[in-house]
């Protein structure tokens, strides 16, 4: 009983087109790890008897499964050449050579959207015609560096504030909030929300004057983002004008009568000569 399971485990990791010349067989990895903004090679070989021949073949990669499927790369050709239609999104290439039994897919500039299953295909062209897929895929995982996208704060009912820090990465990142002077431990509102790359977390309480500092990390990098709140302004006093204010008026008042004063004593001599 268990090698029957055992073969089965095999037979379900790879595709398998049967007849009576024997086996054909695709083989991939199982999981792939990535970095964003770097390339990334999905590997995949395939099998066939030794007596068979594959002059022309078409390779096709493929991501998603049934429900929503979409072609990523194909080529079709005579061995060696497998060229790509005219319109393939330069992204993505054949990494490897059908010669040497070797379909494996490049990704240029991994991001995150990129992470998901992938499927390895093979089509033989011919009197014979023969087309073999993997069955369970290649799970791509794009990990990146944490970045904080938005740090803000809105008004509470009473006078603080609650800030808000928006952060995306893979592995999702750990937010911590820091004060000037030390860390602002237990002022994290509930636990944090994860959807899909982006984390949310809030910091309840934050008062006027105060600055705070949002820190997304993760095993491949740190990000930081600092909110400064301005202190709410002094109110003017109850009684009479501000201080402030009557200076200012006593300034402009005084600067004009200097002013005319000047003016008199210009035309008080002009108006003696003119009697003269």
Not at 160 to 179: H, M, N, R, V
Not at 191 to 216: F, H, K, N, Y
Request: glycine share 10%; with cysteine; proline share 9%.
């Amino acid at each position: 009983m268990d090698v029957l399971l055992c073969v089965s485990l095999l037979f379900a990791a790879v595709g398998v087109w049967s007849s009576e010349e024997g086996v054909w067989a695709v083989h991939v990895q199982a999981e792939v790890r990535a970095l964003a903004g770097h390339p990334v090679v999905l590997p995949c070989t395939f099998s066939h008897p030794s007596h068979s021949h594959h002059a022309s073949v078409q390779v096709r990669w493929r991501l998603g499964g049934a429900q929503s499927v979409t072609i990523l790369y194909r080529c079709t050709g005579k061995v060696p050449v497998c060229e790509p239609g005219p319109h393939q999104d330069p992204r993505y290439r054949l990494e490897g050579d059908p010669r040497q039994h070797d379909l494996s897919l490049r990704i240029n500039g991994a991001a995150l959207g990129d992470s998901g299953r992938y499927y390895c295909g093979l089509e033989v062209e011919g009197r014979d015609h023969k087309s073999v897929e993997d069955n369970l895929g290649t799970r791509l995982r794009v990990e990146a560096a944490p970045i904080i996208l938005s740090l803000k704060a809105e008004a509470g009912q009473d006078s603080s504030y609650t800030a808000e820090c928006k952060a995306a990465g893979s592995p999702p990142p750990d937010i911590q909030w820091l004060g000037p002077e030390h860390p602002l431990e237990g002022s994290t509102a509930g636990a944090l929300s994860l959807t899909g790359d982006l984390i949310v977390s809030r910091l309840q309480g934050v008062e006027p004057g105060w600055q705070v500092t949002c820190s997304a990390s993760n095993p491949h990098g740190k990000d930081k983002a600092t909110l400064y709140l301005l202190p709410h302004p002094a109110p003017p006093p109850k009684d009479g004008v501000p201080p402030y204010i009557l200076l200012l008026l006593i300034l402009s008042l005084g600067s004009k009568v200097i002013m005319l004063l000047g003016i008199g004593v210009w035309l008080v001599p002009g108006v003696g000569l003119w009697w003269k």
